[in-house]
């Protein structure tokens, strides 16, 4: 049986919320201080994931200010500036996870972005998970999916930087148990993403990035 090809148009029509475990979505309160930040409860951590869990609960409770932004820019284009520079022998990994730096085109600029992601391999594939840069606000702003999950709705056909090796892909959202699943095993790496999932009215999305080479036209 043969498999038709999915085109470019198929995969931006995929980019579609993703729809799993909706069992994880939670009513959350607002954080009134430092104090009332609690997503260490059951975590099986010593005190310093402890407290470092608890002081990211809290910067990420609110919207960044412009002078976080414009730290968090400048600290991005450091990451880029080494990860290139060292063919990510520096900047290759966030915590756990290993990173890749992705390449995709502004849905609005048109222009090339780039942005270091965290991701997990499995069979030849890459699975990122779309994290927004605050928490949903109880009564307030809810967390914006980032630029780059935007950009791939608009244009799923990417670039993903790994090391010295750079990989044409299409970038498509899971959906149902294949969603849950890497979503699990992102998790157990990088545990504090269950806070925005936690704090999230949606599914955070799951993306997974094939290589050009492994799709059924151009094998």
Not at 68 to 94: F, P
Not at 132 to 154: E, Q, R, S, T, V
Not at 183 to 206: C, G, M, T
Request: aromatic share 8%; hydrophobic share 35%.
């Amino acid at each position: 049986m043969q498999t038709t090809p999915k085109s470019t148009a198929d995969m931006a029509d995929s980019m579609a919320e993703p729809m799993g475990d909706t069992s994880v979505i939670q009513e959350t309160e607002a954080l009134s201080s430092f104090r009332t930040t609690r997503p260490d409860q059951g975590l099986d951590a010593g005190p310093i994931t402890r407290a470092f869990m608890r002081v990211n609960v809290y910067i990420y409770s609110k919207p960044p200010k412009k002078v976080q932004k414009k730290l968090s820019k400048g600290a991005l284009n450091v990451h880029i500036w080494l990860y290139e520079r060292s063919q990510g022998r520096i900047g290759g990994k966030m915590g756990k996870l290993d990173a890749l730096l992705l390449h995709t085109l502004g849905r609005k600029s048109g222009k090339e972005r780039v942005v270091p992601v965290g991701y997990i391999y499995e069979r030849g594939y890459f699975y990122a998970v779309a994290v927004p840069g605050h928490f949903d606000i109880p009564g307030g702003p809810k967390g914006l999916h980032p630029a780059w999950y935007l950009n791939l709705k608009a244009t799923p056909e990417v670039t993903i930087n790994i090391g010295r090796e750079k990989i044409v892909a299409l970038a498509e959202t899971m959906s149902g148990s294949e969603r849950d699943r890497i979503w699990a095993k992102y998790s157990e790496v990088l545990p504090f993403i269950n806070e925005f999932q936690n704090r999230a009215s949606r599914l955070l999305p799951v993306v997974r990035f094939t290589p050009k080479d492994m799709l059924p036209d151009t094998m």
